[in-house]
């Protein structure tokens, strides 16, 4: 709610807002149904990607909580590895590289 006579104008040459991590998206969560945990994080099994819903994946802040970029982009790949595992191999090893390193394909 707005207070009276609260309204300031700071002169500055840019504004950096640091609003803090509110938890995943509600409404996409509510929307899927998507399984959470207690802090409302997306569950899904230890060191895997897969939400409780078919074919829906979970990786960085919205299945772990606030964490660092460098750790939602490695989750990102390694999702990415897990859903091409599960879509494009029946389940079975992902032809995706991991993290840092290569994939060998036989010919």
Known sequence: EELPGSQRIWPCDIVFLAMGYMGPEGMLTELLELPTDSRCNHLTEPG???TGVPRVYSAGDCR???SLVVTAINEGRQA???ID?????????????LTGGLVR???
């Open 64 to 66: 772990r909580g606030q």
């Open 80 to 82: 990415a590895r897990e």
């Open 85 to 97: 595992a599960d879509l494009m191999h029946g389940g079975h090893q992902a032809l995706l590289p």
């Open 48 to 50: 895997k990607y897969r």
């Open 105 to 107: 394909l036989r010919p």
